[in-house]
T-cell receptor, first 111, second 114 residues
Framework: GNSVTQMEGPVTLSEEAFLTINCTYT??????LFWYVQYPGEGLQLLLK?????DKGSNKGFEATYRKETTSFHLEKGSVQVSDSAVYFC??????????FGAGTILRVKS | GAVVSQHPSWVICKSGTSVKIECRSL??????MFWYRQFPKQSLMLMAT?????????EQGVEKDKFLINHASLTLSTLTVTSAHPEDSSFYIC??????????FGEGSRLTVL
């Protein structure tokens, strides 16, 4: 079946550091790919998405590019802030709008 | 933006009792809602797809009689954990599909069974 693998955390960075959270997937066909963020005490929120190969999703300074060749969708941000501290989930969408999630990566940003 | 609300946000119950968790789409109608379960430090696992006016579709390995799902209206789905046991303790999250096709998630409900 389809699956998503993302790097284990927690990832601890200083403010203004560069962030990369790796995500790779296994799927039949070319599913849409997503990054969701979960801030403490809140529900998951869509951060960005890409629906086809070579698409780049971006939002709030975060970016991720759909790489078909490497089946990857790595999340990047050039300069993180303390407010970016959260859990980040990579996901792919199957038929029927079902989402398959990665395990989540905790990001902690220190001032 | 669209809002999905879950209630209660946390609940503690005794083993053997049943617990109901509600998922509401506050400002849109959701023909489809999804229920997920999240174990500590693990990912969200889809439990079932809830369709308004019809029976829920459960994922393999999820006990239908244990986790009762009702989607009685376009804005409400409920998950009832029947005869709860400590191993049912978990974080339960719902999501709802808006007319645009986008998914919105509830805040989650933490169940602790003593």
């Amino acid at each position: 079946g389809n699956s998503v693998t993302q790097m284990e955390g927690p990832v601890t960075l200083s403010e203004e550091a560069f962030l990369t959270i790796n995500c790779t997937y296994t799927a039949t066909g070319y599913p849409s790919l997503f990054w969701y963020v979960q801030y403490p005490g809140e529900g998951l929120q869509l951060l960005l998405k890409a629906t086809k190969a070579d698409d780049k999703g971006s939002n709030k300074g975060f970016e991720a590019t759909y790489r078909k060749e490497t089946t990857s969708f790595h999340l990047e941000k050039g300069s993180v802030q303390v407010s970016d501290s959260a859990v980040y989930f990579c996901a792919l969408r199957e038929y029927g709008n079902k989402l398959v999630f990665g395990a989540g990566t905790i990001l902690r940003v220190k001032s | 933006g669209a809002v999905v609300s879950q209630h209660p946000s946390w609940v503690i119950c005794k083993s053997g009792t049943s617990v109901k968790i509600e998922c509401r789409s506050l400002d849109f109608q959701a023909t489809t809602m999804f229920w997920y379960r999240q174990f500590p430090k693990q990912s969200l696992m889809l439990m079932a797809t809830s369709n308004e006016g019809s029976k829920a579709t459960y994922e393999q390995g999820v006990e239908k009689d244990k986790f009762l799902i009702n989607h009685a209206s376009l804005t409400l789905s409920t998950l009832t954990v029947t005869s709860a046991h400590p191993e049912d303790s978990s974080f339960y999250i719902c999501s709802a599909t808006a007319e645009t096709g986008e998914l919105f998630f509830g805040e989650g409900s933490r169940l602790t069974v003593l």
